[in-house]
């Protein structure tokens, strides 16, 4: 794998994790406020055992997504961590800075571009690949 596809692999993990919050975040949220769903069933006139069929099933959901988000928070923080290190030992504070706001604290280019003070797109790119240049020489010698 090379440099920059690695880097984007720990951004990728943030985002899937994100992903997978907002989902269970979501199923809290309507249970929370609009009751448990229960897929077009009629509550009212509904038996016990479909209304108990349906809170399985969410309960299922959850703790599926539960074991994902523990995965993915144990190897995104093992990446993040190896990573960071491997940023750290880059001389360019300006590289150093720029890999951990993308790629470790997942900040835009477009917040990058006006945080770094650039006025065209190809300066920060320009830096984007400088900095994944030096994170690939460090990564050779790691």
Not at 91 to 113: A, N, P, T, V
């Amino acid at each position: 794998m090379n440099a920059e596809k690695y880097l984007q692999s720990v951004r990728t993990l943030k985002f899937k994790i994100d992903k997978y919050e907002k989902m269970r975040n979501e199923i809290h949220l309507e249970v929370s406020f609009g009751g448990m769903p229960t897929d077009g069933i009629r509550v009212q006139s509904a038996r016990k055992d479909l209304l108990e069929e349906a809170a399985i099933k969410m309960t299922e959901r959850l703790r599926g997504i539960d074991k994902i988000l523990t995965k993915l928070r144990g190897d995104y923080i093992d990446k993040r961590l190896k990573t960071y290190n491997r940023i750290m030992k880059i001389e360019e504070g300006q590289c150093r800075r720029f890999l951990i706001d993308y790629y470790i604290d997942c900040k835009s280019i477009k917040d990058l571009k006006c945080e770094y003070g650039y006025s065209e797109d190809s300066g920060i790119y320009k830096l984007k690949k400088r900095a994944i240049k030096k994170f690939e020489k460090i990564s050779k010698r790691c």
